[in-house]
């Protein structure tokens, strides 16, 4: 391996301690409890910045990893290679791979996985070539659509323009012009390569698909990145994906071909549960609940999707505190009632959709159908824990859950009242036909027996 291979290589042996290094724990934080509603985004910060190395997360990170190395070797194969590279017009060649599309539920993590690998290949470096100095070494160039689907923002803060890449006896005046968008992306092509970027991630793409013609802009700006060079690789919610699969065979054969997965995490599992752990010794004395045992609950009421359940930790923080005195601690009945409450409905309302198209496996809300599902038959648990857990969330929005003791009394009573009466006596049906006297006869014998 050379120089520009090595950065995305992790020796054997090293990759406990380095997928350790990425992950990121909260300190527990003091909170008085006294006033749960102003203290409430500062748990949920606190969890949000949480991370945790799972055993998925660990298998998508070394396949980036590998993708770029992959990239390199064809690109960088030696120092001879490089240099011809530097000083040709199109560095990159003429060919474009097929962008990398990291795809799954809104609310799973892509965003955190994606800094976790901006921490996992490092900080940027230099290194001498003869005849052109000290060069810069740089893995990945990180953009984000967050400010709009404009590009000039994102790509600018990785280009400058140096005497050696514009080639021009004008430096200052050129500075000074303003650049045109072809020339941004042509300079970033050269720049790219000059600097080793091998993988190209892009992040927050729902701020692109927010217009009349999302369709097309969406993929006029991924285009635009795939002509860079480096190896795109760009997060996508299931809407997107939908959006994109409209798209002309061209398209869709240069977007959505190489594509990976990234699933809710089982809070039942020895990795949901070490994350949920995490996530309660933000406030230990507040939650002196084992994780392991209320995990199927928390699962039940999130689907395994982590801003679900940081929301849901969070309301019924508040619960308890608000409704017990600030020494309370938080319950099961706490996450129960978090649940159904009004501030968790449209997260509730996203859970029951997703598990009834388990049950069902029938699309029902486009933006939580998994939109390559026919090739994830293979990956898809045992459905029956759903439909179990389905049921129990049907009996838990019963208004018990509410009352208080005396109310219950009431209720109970209430319910003996209304009782369904008992089955009725059965009915034999005559026929239409001509009846003689004895068929009326015995029809009157059966009904007084």
Known sequence: MNRWTSRYQISC??????????ERLVSSLKLSGREPEAEFGLFQSAMKNTFLCSAQDKKIL???????KCHA????PSESAFVKGINARSPWGNEMNPAIIFTGLAGTGKTELLRA???LLGESSSFDVPGHGCLPLVPAWFLSLIAGPGLNEALSQWIEQPSDILNSKKIEEEKKKPVSFGRLLDLARRISFRDGVCLLPADEFQFVTTSSNANALATRVLLQLLSIGPRLLYAANYSLVHRLQARNQEDRQRLLVHRIHLMP???????????????FDIL?????????????QIQDYTYGI???????LALAWVRAKSHRGHRAKVSTDDFRWAYLCSDYSDSRDDV???QRQDISRKKIKEGLWDPFYSEQEDNVVTLTPAIEAFEKRVEDKRLDSFLTPIERIGFEALKKSREPPTKGPKVVQLGRGKRSKQDLADALNMMDE
């Open 352 to 354: 029951v959709t997703l």
């Open 13 to 22: 042996g090293q990759e406990a301690e380095r997928f350790k290094s990425i």
């Open 306 to 312: 982590k801003r679900f359940a940081v929301l849901l």
């Open 73 to 76: 070797m064809i690109h960088f």
């Open 284 to 296: 230990p004395d507040d939650f002196n609940l084992d994780a392991a045992n209320v995990g199927q």
């Open 265 to 279: 995490e089982s809070f039942c599992c020895a990795d949901g549960v070490r994350l949920l752990a995490a996530y």
């Open 62 to 68: 070394l396949t980036f990893l590998a993708l770029a």
């Open 117 to 119: 690998l901006g921490r």
